[in-house]
């Protein structure tokens, strides 16, 4: 309110901003809450010893004679304990492993597996030590099946693996160990796990390391990943690095990086460092290259590929990208160095790879294309021993077969994955089809055939005579078993010749004809078979690879390995959505929480959306949307009702499924507030109507104003004047309360 009396009062008043600013630091340390049901080391000892641990009851750690599993609680192994895992099998999560502490496989003939599994929060956090060590020709596992986060030391031995299924974080090192270059120590990363190499940790040793189709891995050290020879980068091991060219490779490290050597070929690139370069020190092959927003990329002097290139300011998918330095159609020194000469040459094609069965369905207002579908049928089992004694055949790998279809738009064609053999029966076949038949399947691969019970004569692999397509191969079979060693598993075919038989002559680990096959390029390997002494056959290794033969002893039951599942791969042209903004930018009032933004859509059909705000409108409280539904003409925007007066930027990106590839439109959101100050002149005298109000607008200028003095019941008051400065004369002595509305109808508290 404003008072006009007798005498003249100056009002003046103070805006204080305070600005909260919380830092959170997260440690690598993981902190559980103490629980009803926690467990710790007492001492040290085998693992499902009686004298070993203690369990929180509430109110105090009670010893015990159980040991812990998932089942349970948290799971300490404390400073100074030696906790020996003795066991065939078990599954835990919520594992810590203390400074000092140290978790030990043991020496046993047994085939030992510690599975981490997918719990709540994080499943392993190890600040001391694992050693995986077991007896030759064994096979002791530590696999990865939810999140795990390592700190301190994990040491692979001889003959032993980590599997990683889920997501595994490496800020410290590992070392896979061998002898003799014929035992080796492994460090697994499968389809759809996910390695997160922090800027100092290393995978090395003399071992093998293995990053497979469909897996992630992200880089942090300025080397990046090199080949083998070299020292340099997060993976440094000496036997083997298979880094796969169907997996994604982010590099986000926290200073410049190169990608290394070890980069060839990826199903996709991601640089994400950033305000910092990463620099290709080779050419690369990939289906898509995508560059985050602060990142900078030299390409060097090289000719990269990509089926794609995603960059803030949209997606692209034909001709050439580099630096004004560089022969390329489009330049941009903005995402590329200016000094470099590299283009990146976009061949407009997505790969898309299913492990699991579904559909492939094409938009409506796309055009007929072309795409190469290839097959793979599942592999066959290797023989089981079922209380008979003696070794057994190893299962036939799965056939291939390609062909180039004429896609249909609107369609719905059906993707069959034949899974792997698990019983005596055939793998499945892997087929595609316009229809839900098989029987009009345009595509198909046959499974491999499985082992009988208690035989030791090898399976045969899928045939190539019985598939469809234009290129065909046969699957490799198994090895017959001889005793004391059971026969490997046959290879899948490979994109370019038949797969292949197990060897029966030679050395090595396994021994012939024990050796699962090696498989061509685009193939699986079959599994191993077991030898010297009983056990069950290892699986094939996907896609189709056979499994292994056991060998059985004393009446026991043992196992082959189950045949892995087939593989349907889909190499088309991408699908371009675009959308047309119908209100931007998005105008609100302050303290507005939600509003609309409107679009059309021109080409494509997108089904999928995200959203990535600028640092600024972070900042202010906006918040990333991760990839949802896209709804049919708008999308609901949040606002922070504290965000002050401005311009924030976001990025929507929007994707039609699989085949579609991101398409990046950029949008603001504009908030308004009308900010200003009042300078009263009271009446000359008593009585009199020559008061005045003078309005100074602060903020910016959003003109026409209409002008309140009784609180917002009416807009009629007659200010005169230009932005900024508005005055009102002629009025008696009162009291008076100024609202302001701009032009988008943003009123403005009560003032004063």
Not at 175 to 197: E, I, R
Not at 606 to 627: D, H, S, W
């Amino acid at each position: 309110m404003i008072s006009l009396p007798n005498k003249i009062n100056n009002i003046r008043g103070a805006k204080r901003i305070v600005l909260l600013l919380l830092v959170i630091i997260l440690a690598n340390n993981n902190i559980f809450a103490q629980n009803v049901g926690d467990y710790r080391s007492r001492a040290s000892g085998n693992w499902n010893a009686n004298n070993v641990w203690q369990r929180w009851n509430g109110t105090a750690w009670q010893n015990v004679t159980t040991y812990p599993t998932a089942a349970d609680g948290v799971i300490t192994i404390r400073n100074g304990h030696t906790m020996t895992f003795n066991m065939s099998s078990i599954d835990v999560d919520q594992m810590v492993i203390d400074t000092g502490g140290r978790l030990q496989f043991a020496s046993s003939p047994t085939l030992l597996d510690f599975n981490i599994v997918d719990g709540p929060g994080v499943d392993l956090i190890n600040n001391g030590t694992i050693n995986v060590s077991d007896y030759e020709y064994s096979d002791s596992r530590l696999k990865v099946f939810g999140q795990a986060v390592n700190n301190g030391n994990i040491v692979i031995e001889v003959d032993c693996h980590v599997h990683v299924y889920g997501t595994f974080t490496n800020n410290s090192t590992i070392t896979a160990n061998n002898q003799s270059n014929v035992y080796m120590g492994k460090f697994f990363v499968f389809t759809g796990a996910v390695l997160k190499c922090a800027p100092n940790s290393v995978i090395g040793g003399p071992g093998d390391f293995i990053l497979n189709q469909g897996a992630t891995i992200e880089i942090g050290s300025p080397a990046g990943i090199s080949a083998l020879g070299s020292t340099t980068g997060n993976i440094t091991t000496g036997r083997q690095r298979d880094f796969s060219p169907e997996a994604t490779y982010i590099y986000n490290g926290v200073a410049n990086q190169i990608t290394g050597t070890g980069l060839v070929e990826a199903d996709g690139v991601i640089i994400n460092n950033a305000n910092n370069t990463v620099t290709f020190s080779r050419a690369v092959t990939m289906n898509y290259l995508l560059i985050d927003n602060d990142a900078f990329v030299n390409l060097g002097s090289y000719t990269h590929t990509a089926g794609y290139l995603s960059l803030p300011i949209g997606s692209f998918s034909v001709n050439t990208w580099g630096s004004t330095a560089s022969p390329a159609v489009h330049k941009n020194n903005e995402y590329f160095d200016v000094a470099a000469t590299g283009i990146v040459q976009l061949t407009d094609k997505v790969v898309i790879t299913y492990t699991s069965s579904t559909t492939f369905t094409t938009c409506a207002t796309d055009t007929a294309f072309r795409a190469i579908v290839e097959t793979w049928g599942g592999g066959g089992k290797g023989g089981t021993r079922n209380n008979s004694n003696g070794v057994s055949g190893g299962g036939g790998g799965g056939a291939y077969s390609r062909d180039t279809i004429l896609i249909t738009p609107g369609h719905i064609y059906t993707i069959n994955v034949g899974k792997g053999a698990i019983t005596t029966a055939a793998g499945e076949d892997s087929w595609f089809s316009p229809t839900a038949n098989v029987n009009n399947a345009v595509v198909l691969a046959k499974g491999g055939n499985s082992v009988a019970n208690n035989t030791v004569t090898r399976a045969t692999g899928g045939n190539r005579n019985n598939g469809i397509g234009t290129v065909r191969f046969s699957g490799g079979a198994g090895a017959t078993g001889v005793s004391p060693r059971a026969g490997g598993g046959g290879s899948s075919a490979g994109i370019n010749t038949n797969g292949n038989t197990p060897p029966t002559t030679g050395g090595g680990n396994p021994p012939p004809p024990s050796r699962g096959a090696t498989a061509p390029l685009g193939g699986g390997d079959g599994g191993h078979a077991k030898f010297g002494n009983a056990g069950p056959g290892c699986p094939g290794i996907c896609p189709g690879g056979g499994g292994g033969g056991a060998y059985g002893a004393n009446g026991q039951y043992n196992a082959g390995g189950f045949g892995a599942d087939g593989l349907v791969r889909i190499t088309c042209p991408p699908s371009h959505s675009i959308l047309q903004f119908l209100d931007t930018p998005i105008v609100v009032c302050r303290g507005t929480s939600l509003a609309y933004l409107k679009y059309s859509i021109l080409q494509g059909c997108p089904t999928l959306y995200k959203i990535e705000y600028n640092n600024e409108a972070r900042n202010a409280g906006f918040q990333n949307v991760a990839y949802t539904a896209l709804t049919a003409d708008s999308i609901l925007i949040a606002i922070p009702d504290t965000a002050p007066r401005g311009v924030y930027k976001g990025t929507l990106t929007v994707k039609s499924g699989e085949r579609g590839f991101p398409s990046n439109f950029s949008f603001t959101v504009k908030i308004l507030e009308t900010t200003f100050t009042t300078l009263p002149n009271d009446v000359s005298c008593y009585g009199g109507n020559d008061g005045s109000i003078s309005i100074t607008i602060t903020s910016g200028n959003d003109a026409p104003y209409s002008f309140s003095i009784d609180n917002g019941t009416s807009y009629s008051a007659s200010f005169t004047g230009t932005y900024p400065n508005y005055t009102l004369t002629g009025l008696p002595a009162d009291t008076y309360k100024i609202r302001i509305k701009n032009n988008k109808g943003c009123v403005t508290a009560p003032c004063p």
